[in-house]
C-alpha cells in the first residue's frame, strides 16, 4: 500500500499527541511523519513507532512534499497556515472551529455524513468534540423517526481545553486537598470541586461559543437546517471525557426500545442501558476508547414524541484525533 507523508501540526498538544497515537494503532499508511509545533517546542523529541522524532517550529514552507495535514493548535493558527499547506499540495484536515461553517469545507463525522466528503476544495473540518458524540448517535434516530427538536447541556472535561488546563485542574485539586493557595491561569474560576457553565466567549445572543458551535455544526452534519437545538456547555472537573444529557423531540414515536435496538447496529456507538444492573455510560469508563456510550435512553412524556439520553465519549479520541484519522481513512480510500 502506497504511504503518505503526513504533518501533525499542534503535535505536542493534549489532541496532537493523540493523532499520532491514533495514527500508530489504526497503521495509517504513513511514509514520513512531521511534528510541527510552536518555537518552544522546537527539538522536542517525540517517541513513534519506537523511534524517536524531533519536533519542528510551524513555518510557512513546513508543507513541502507533504499529502495529508492534520492540525490541531487552535483557529488562529489554522487560519494562517492551513491554506499554505493545501497551496503546497496537501489535504487539510482541520480540527479547529476555523472553517467549520464554511459553505466549501465538508465538517465531518464519517458513520454520518461521510458523503458530504466529495465536496472538499483542500480544507475538511473536523467537528467540535461535544458535537461529534452527539451526531453519532442523533443521527441514526434521526435518520427513522426525524429529529424536530434537541435540548443538550454537557458535563465536559478540562482536556477539551488542552494540556494547561489538566495540569492547572490537577495542581488546584492538591492545592485544595492540602489547603494551600490556588492559583488560576486557564479558567476565570477554580475548576478544581467545581464547574463552570462557560466554555468559550459569551455572545451577543447569550449563548457561549461553544454552545453555538453544537448548534450550527448539528444542522450541518445531519444536513438538516430545520432542526432546533439549544445547548448549555458546562466545564467540569474531569480530566477526559465528555457527557452531555439530551432531550430530544421527534416527529414520529419511537419507543426507547427501538432507539434501543437502532442504536445497538449504528457504527461507533454502544449502548450501555440496563438501569436494573447499574448500567449506564459515565467518563471514567469511556475514557481511553474509540467508541461512544449512551445510556439512560427514555421517554419524556412532557412533549409528543420525546426521548431523554445520556451520551459520553473519549472527547481526545472519538471528540477529536479518531474523527480526524478517520476523516484520512475516507480520503485515501478516495
Ligand atoms: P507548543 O507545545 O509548542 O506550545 P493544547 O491544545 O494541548 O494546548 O496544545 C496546543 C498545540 O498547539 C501544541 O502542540 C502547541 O505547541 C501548538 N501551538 C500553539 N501555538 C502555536 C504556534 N504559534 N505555532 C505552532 N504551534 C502552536
Redesign the pocket.
Known amino acids: 500500500m502506497k504511504g503518505y507523508n503526513v504533518a501533525v ?9 493523540k493523532m499520532i497515537e491514533t495514527l500508530e494503532a489504526r497503521k495509517f499508511p504513513v511514509a514520513q511523519l512531521r511534528a ?7 527539538g ?1 523529541a517525540l517517541r513513534v513507532r519506537g523511534d524517536l522524532l524531533a ?1 519542528e ?2 513555518k510557512a514552507d513546513s508543507f513541502k512534499g507533504i499529502e495529508i495535514a492534520l492540525f ?3 483557529a ?2 489554522s487560519r494562517k ?1 492551513a491554506p499554505l499547506a493545501v497551496k503546497a499540495g496537501a489535504i487539510v484536515v482541520d480540527n479547529s472551529s476555523a472553517f467549520r461553517m464554511e459553505k466549501d469545507v465538508p465538517l465531518i463525522v464519517p458513520e454520518v455524513n461521510r458523503y458530504a466528503l466529495k465536496d472538499h476544495r483542500g480544507i475538511i473540518a473536523n467537528p467540535n468534540c461535544s458535537t461529534i458524540q452527539m451526531v453519532l448517535v442523533l443521527g441514526p434516530l434521526h435518520q427513522r423517526a426525524k429529529i424536530k427538536r434537541v435540548v443538550v447541556t454537557t458535563y465536559q472535561s478540562v ?1 477539551g ?5 489538566m495540569v492547572e485542574l490537577r495542581e488546584q485539586s492538591l492545592a485544595t486537598l492540602e489547603d494551600r493557595e490556588i492559583k488560576k491561569k486557564v479558567y476565570p474560576y477554580e475548576i478544581a470541586f467545581n464547574l463552570l457553565p462557560h466554555i468559550g466567549e459569551f455572545l451577543s445572543n447569550g449563548y457561549t461559543q461553544e454552545e453555538m458551535k453544537m448548534i450550527n455544526e448539528t444542522r450541518k452534519i445531519l444536513g438538516d437546517e430545520g432542526i432546533n437545538v439549544t445547548a448549555t456547555t458546562v466545564r467540569v472537573p474531569i480530566f477526559i471525557g465528555h457527557s452531555e444529557a439530551v432531550n430530544i423531540e421527534l416527529e414520529e414515536e419511537l419507543t426507547p426500545k427501538e432507539a434501543r435496538e437502532i442504536l445497538g447496529e449504528a457504527p461507533g456507538v454502544i449502548v450501555m442501558d440496563d438501569p436494573d444492573r447499574n448500567l449506564y455510560p459515565y467518563p471514567r469508563m469511556a475514557a481511553g476508547k474509540d467508541e461512544v456510550f449512551v445510556g439512560r435512553i427514555r421517554k419524556d412524556s412532557t412533549v409528543p414524541h420525546g426521548l431523554d439520553l445520556f451520551i459520553v465519549a473519549d472527547n481526545l479520541r472519538k471528540g477529536a484525533a479518531l474523527n480526524a484519522i478517520q476523516i484520512a481513512e475516507e480520503l485515501i480510500k478516495e
Open positions: 501540526v499542534g503535535a505536542t498538544g493534549a489532541v496532537g499527541t510541527l509545533a510552536s518555537e518552544r517546542s522546537k522536542k519536533v517550529e510551524l490541531s493548535a487552535g488562529k493558527i497556515f482536556s481545553t488542552g494540556l494547561l488546563a
